[in-house]
């Protein structure tokens, strides 16, 4: 199971923003999210998952505007699952709680970590491998986020291009330009090796 535990960067002076974000996420990802969104600690957002894709789409979310540190626990949860998920346990959890101690103290403002006790290094590979995504992607334009949502959505590099009213060579070099197709081939390596990771957790405990 993944814990996705994300404190609110400068929650003290900025607007809160834990609300709208709890929406958003369980709009994007409430199908795959056992227990919902919860407001934990006032200015946290937690969740919880099975799926590795899920949970590496929520930080990715979340580390996308930089009003969030994203910290990813993988390993055992106790169960039954209480009603929400604020109120659970588990070795995940707490390894959740570490990580986003220490993504606070990083430039990605992300950290992943295992609740497993032999799992350390394949934990800090994954994240490092992260890192390198999250590089790509704070480098991305105004522009090229536009592209990137559109695609997303489905759309084809040309399908695009008509719903930007700019040519396909354009929308080639713009996708080129925000690593769109990179980060498209990088995700379901690392959500390979993050489902792996969270296996070896658990059955390490």
């Known amino acids: 199971m993944f814990v996705i535990t994300a404190d609110q960067v400068n929650s003290r002076t900025e607007p809160d923003v834990v609300d709208e974000t709890q929406?958003?996420?369980e709009e994007m990802f409430g199908d795959k999210l056992p227990l919902g969104v919860d407001r934990n600690a006032g200015d946290e957002v937690q969740t919880l998952t099975a799926d590795a894709g899920t949970a590496?789409?929520?930080a990715l979310d979340l580390t996308r505007t930089g009003e969030?540190?994203?910290g990813i626990g993988c390993g055992q949860v106790r169960e039954p699952l209480p009603a929400e998920a604020r109120a659970a346990t588990g070795p995940a959890f707490y390894a959740a709680r570490e990580a986003v101690d220490t993504a606070k103290k990083r430039a990605t403002r992300f950290a992943l970590r295992s609740g497993g006790p032999t799992e350390e290094e394949r934990a800090s590979d994954i994240e490092a491998l992260v890192d390198l995504l999250l590089a790509v992607r704070v480098r991305r334009s105004d522009a090229g986020w536009e592209l990137y949502d559109l695609m997303r959505q489905g759309l084809t590099q040309r399908d695009a291009a008509t719903r930007l009213s700019v040519s396909e060579?354009?929308?080639s070099s713009r996708a080129r330009a925000a690593?769109?197709?990179?980060?498209a081939a990088a995700v379901?390596?690392?959500?390979?090796l993050m489902?792996?990771?969270d296996r070896r957790?658990?059955?390490g405990e």
Do not use: M, Y
């Open 201 to 203: 957790s658990a059955e």
């Open 179 to 183: 690593g769109i197709h990179p980060e």
């Open 23 to 25: 929406r958003r996420l």
């Open 68 to 70: 969030w540190s994203v």
């Open 56 to 58: 590496l789409g929520i």
């Open 188 to 192: 379901p390596a690392l959500t390979r």
């Open 169 to 171: 060579p354009a929308v």
């Open 195 to 197: 489902q792996d990771l």
